[in-house]
């Protein structure tokens, strides 16, 4: 049987037609767009929140490092929700529990309130609305043929969201200040709420294809030791985990970076935009890329590209023209591994458990975004310098570039017990 047969064999939820593969598209790379683009300005956010609640940078820091925890931490278990209850009911809850969080962060002036707002509600809720479940369904509802290309574009919706969401913070923290501008962003996400419509579905008629004759379908619990159990997947979220170290390093520091460089904070805003304008571009070429060259090869070459550019950065003069420009070359790389990461998850292990076994490789990389987002504000306000980070960042880069060469993109027989 074909890849195409097998896409539309009885019993599968069928991909969307072509009149619907772009509102399929645009569902989830506007859910992701909103959610992803909070989330990655609340860095601008960081000092306000310092000097208002007087907690010190380390304080706030822990909180941004637990929320890049739970949104990983949540990912596997509204994965799992969403394979077998359905996409749209998780996506549903998550995106209210972004807005509920983000609109009462700037109420909380504990260490503890800071954590519950931002680290359990607005994260947890971007997880379940996040890139597993939307990568999941986009896989589910589009034909395998178009799948790269699909991913690519939800992945640059995440990036079109930082881009667009800057901009859009700092005017608001102009005009209304930072407390309200934080309040409105919350209202701002849900605009998501309709893609619930699009998205819905489950994968137990996928889950039902896996199940061989006489047997019976992959259970979570089998899916994930199986999968644990193959090398490939190991060294897949052992790299993803540096991708997290990086992308939440410079998400919650690089406005600390540019005022540590002495550069106005107006360029800190502009250099997320940045990040986000050029991730659009690396997202959808990485898109492009995928089933054309090795995935796992693909990888390695952006972790290494990301190794040699902050390498770059720290000798070169701290100027807003050099800012911009690390902006936009660390934008082509920051979340274009995504593409690759949940393509190789799907070839080795099909779509069926795909949002779940795809939430683990997504928590690893916030394993990776806890140490990254807590260690930036630990050895700065330590050391007064991101150095030592920086170092460390390109020392993991180099380690996740070589860690990818010997994945295995062949897909291993995952077999359920007989019944």
Same mark, same amino acid.
């Not at 043929?145 to 995440?158: E, I």
């Given at each position: 049987?074909?890849?195409?047969?097998?896409?539309?064999?009885?019993?599968?939820?069928?991909?969307?037609?072509?009149?619907?593969?772009?509102?399929?598209?645009?569902?989830?790379?506007?859910?992701?767009?909103?959610?992803?683009?909070?989330?990655?300005?609340?860095?601008?956010?960081?000092?306000?929140?310092?000097?208002?609640?007087?907690?010190?940078?380390?304080?706030?820091?822990?909180?941004?490092?637990?929320?890049?925890?739970?949104?990983?931490?949540?990912?596997?278990?509204?994965?799992?929700?969403?394979?077998?209850?359905?996409?749209?009911?998780?996506?549903?809850?998550?995106?209210?529990?972004?807005?509920?969080?983000?609109?009462?962060?700037?109420?909380?002036?504990?260490?503890?309130?800071?954590?519950?707002?931002?680290?359990?509600?607005?994260?947890?809720?971007?997880?379940?609305?996040?890139?597993?479940?939307?990568?999941?369904?986009?896989?589910?509802?589009?034909?395998?043929?178009?799948?790269?290309?699909?991913?690519?574009?939800?992945?640059?919706?995440?990036?079109?969201?930082?881009?667009?969401?800057?901009?859009?913070?700092?005017?608001?923290?102009?005009?209304? =200040? +930072? /407390?309200? &501008? $934080?309040?409105? !962003?919350?209202?701002?996400?849900?605009?998501? @709420?309709?893609?619930?419509? #699009?998205?819905?579905?489950?994968?137990?008629?996928?889950?039902?294809?896996?199940?061989?004759?006489?047997?019976?379908?992959?259970?979570?619990?089998?899916?994930?030791?199986?999968?644990?159990?193959?090398?490939?997947?190991?060294?897949?979220?052992?790299?993803?985990?540096?991708?997290?170290?990086?992308?939440?390093?410079?998400?919650?520091?690089?406005?600390?970076?540019?005022?540590?460089?002495?550069?106005?904070?107006?360029?800190? =805003? +502009? /250099?997320? &935009? $940045?990040?986000? !304008?050029?991730?659009?571009?690396?997202?959808? @070429?990485?898109?492009?890329? #995928?089933?054309?060259?090795?995935?796992?090869?693909?990888?390695?070459?952006?972790?290494?590209?990301?190794?040699?550019?902050?390498?770059?950065?720290?000798?070169?003069?701290?100027?807003?023209?050099?800012?911009?420009?690390?902006?936009?070359?660390?934008?082509?790389?920051?979340?274009?591994?995504?593409?690759?990461?949940?393509?190789?998850?799907?070839?080795?292990?099909?779509?069926?458990?795909?949002?779940?076994?795809?939430?683990?490789?997504?928590?690893?990389?916030?394993?990776?975004?806890?140490?990254?987002?807590?260690?930036?504000?630990?050895?700065?306000?330590?050391?007064?310098?991101?150095?030592?980070?920086?170092?460390?960042?390109?020392?993991?880069?180099?380690?996740?570039?070589?860690?990818?060469?010997?994945?295995?993109?062949?897909?291993?027989?995952?077999?359920?017990?007989?019944?």
């Amino acid at each position: 049987m074909t890849d195409r047969a097998a896409s539309a064999a009885p019993g599968a939820t069928p991909p969307a037609a072509s009149h619907a593969i772009w509102l399929v598209l645009l569902a989830a790379a506007g859910t992701f767009a909103l959610t992803m683009g909070v989330r990655q300005t609340m860095g601008l956010f960081l000092s306000s929140l310092n000097t208002s609640t007087g907690l010190g940078l380390g304080s706030i820091s822990l909180a941004f490092a637990f929320g890049q925890l739970w949104w990983g931490l949540t990912q596997p278990f509204a994965g799992a929700v969403a394979d077998r209850i359905g996409t749209g009911r998780v996506i549903f809850i998550g995106v209210l529990l972004v807005a509920l969080g983000t609109f009462i962060t700037p109420l909380m002036t504990t260490t503890a309130g800071l954590i519950f707002a931002i680290g359990v509600l607005a994260a947890g809720g971007a997880g379940m609305a996040g890139p597993s479940v939307l990568m999941a369904a986009t896989t589910r509802l589009v034909p395998l043929h178009k799948r790269g290309l699909a991913t690519g574009v939800v992945n640059a919706g995440g990036s079109f969201g930082q881009f667009a969401m800057a901009p859009i913070a700092i005017g608001l923290m102009a005009t209304v =200040g +930072w /407390a309200s &501008a $934080m309040q409105w !962003l919350a209202v701002l996400i849900l605009v998501a @709420l309709p893609a619930v419509f #699009v998205l819905k579905g489950n994968s137990k008629a996928l889950a039902a294809q896996t199940a061989t004759k006489g047997g019976s379908p992959l259970t979570a619990r089998q899916a994930i030791s199986q999968a644990i159990g193959t090398p490939s997947y190991r060294y897949l979220s052992l790299g993803f985990l540096v991708c997290g170290f990086h992308v939440a390093f410079l998400a919650t520091h690089l406005p600390g970076v540019v005022a540590a460089c002495g550069l106005p904070p107006e360029i800190g =805003g +502009w /250099a997320l &935009a $940045m990040i986000g !304008l050029f991730n659009i571009v690396g997202s959808l @070429l990485m898109g492009w890329a #995928v089933g054309r060259w090795r995935m796992k090869s693909l990888l390695a070459l952006v972790y290494a590209a990301r190794g040699i550019a902050v390498l770059i950065f720290l000798l070169a003069p701290k100027t807003p023209a050099v800012m911009l420009i690390f902006a936009a070359v660390m934008g082509v790389t920051f979340l274009s591994t995504v593409p690759p990461t949940a393509g190789l998850v799907a070839k080795m292990f099909g779509p069926a458990n795909m949002a779940m076994l795809f939430g683990i490789v997504m928590l690893a990389h916030q394993i990776g975004g806890f140490l990254g987002a807590f260690l930036g504000g630990y050895v700065f306000q330590a050391t007064g310098s991101y150095d030592i980070v920086w170092y460390i960042d390109i020392a993991l880069a180099a380690g996740a570039a070589l860690v990818n060469l010997p994945i295995r993109e062949s897909r291993p027989a995952l077999m359920a017990k007989p019944a």
